[in-house]
């Protein structure tokens, strides 16, 4: 029988700079897992920290003279500085469900545990247009599917004033979630949310169709950090394969886009399933930051093609 576990040492440090290396240390030996806005102890240390204490999260904490990591921090601020930590330790919970706020290309957004933490790659390629070459002249009407919080239909209205787009979820929560952000952004008028199982409810013709689903598959499921159990499991588990809601996807998509739309599909790691399942439809995988096999573009006519075959 195992004795109980040792305690993590406390939090130290009189500055911001030192809260943070502190706090680095404390994530490190708790051997948290990361990937909803950070990748490293470091990263997420500085912002549970500056968050915190009300500072910019994108604060310099370089070693200069003028560096805000030189910043003083008063005792009772450092005790709520730790009592964060504690809860980001001991609940594994993501941090932005603490902070309730996730940032993506820049961009805040409001979350909580009714929605995944926003973190799609698809995300880049609105922001610096890798997807207009893909584009129409006549592009009008974007579905965002599987919106969860409403950030890549809100980064979508950003990219193009000219469109209107649609969030649509299976959710009601994460619809309230992105109910949010739409108005926090100022795009009640361009933004519709609308909920749907699929594209049930959702008959078009769309123009552009952007989606990150569910794609994780049943092993990787079973083997998923705290972290990700914490967050829904709807907008995660792709069943045995990870494909179980692509496939649906791709079958219906076609009728219900126009003659020259394209689909912007995130799949994360699951490309050899992907490929096992739809091996001979044409798509153009597309360079993000994780790599050139995490999101892939297909047109309407490849799609009609493959199902018509």
């Not at 502190?22 to 920290?49: I, M």
């Not at 749907?196 to 794609?215: E, K, M, R, T, V």
């Amino acid at each position: 029988m195992s004795g109980p576990a040792t305690p993590l040492p406390a939090l130290q440090g009189t500055t911001v700079g030192a809260l943070v290396h502190s706090g680095a240390k404390l994530l490190t030996a708790a051997g948290v897992s990361f990937g909803h806005g950070t990748t490293n102890a470091r990263d997420e240390a500085a912002w549970l920290v500056l968050w915190r204490l009300g500072l910019p999260l994108d604060s310099d904490l370089d070693d200069g003279p003028d560096s805000i990591a030189n910043q003083p921090v008063a005792h009772g601020a450092l005790a709520q500085v730790a009592t964060l930590f504690e809860e980001r330790i001991h609940s594994r919970k993501p941090a932005a469900y603490l902070t309730r706020e996730a940032w993506l290309q820049g961009i805040p957004f409001y979350v909580d545990e009714r929605a995944i933490v926003p973190r799609s790659f698809i995300a880049e390629l609105l922001v610096d247009g890798s997807i207009d070459d893909f584009l129409g002249e006549h592009t009008r009407r974007v579905l965002d599917l599987c919106t969860g919080n409403g950030s890549l239909a809100v980064l979508a209205a950003m990219a193009w004033p000219e469109v209107e787009v649609t969030g649509a979820d299976i959710s009601p929560d994460a619809l309230e979630v992105a109910r949010i952000n739409v108005d926090r952004h100022g795009l009640q008028a361009r933004i519709t949310l609308q909920l749907s199982d699929g594209l049930a409810q959702l008959p078009g013709p769309w123009d552009l169709i952007i989606c990150n689903p569910p794609y994780v598959n049943a092993d990787s499921m079973s083997r998923l950090p705290a972290e990700y159990l914490a967050e829904p499991a709807l907008a995660l588990a792709g069943g045995t394969d990870g494909m179980d809601f692509v496939r649906r996807l791709l079958q219906d998509a076609p009728s219900r886009m126009s003659e020259n739309a394209v689909l912007v599909l995130e799949i994360g790691n699951e490309r050899p399933y992907f490929e096992a399942a739809f091996g001979q439809l044409p798509v153009y995988w597309v360079d993000t930051s994780a790599g050139d096999d995490q999101v892939l573009v297909v047109t309407r006519q490849a799609l009609a093609a493959f199902f018509a075959s």
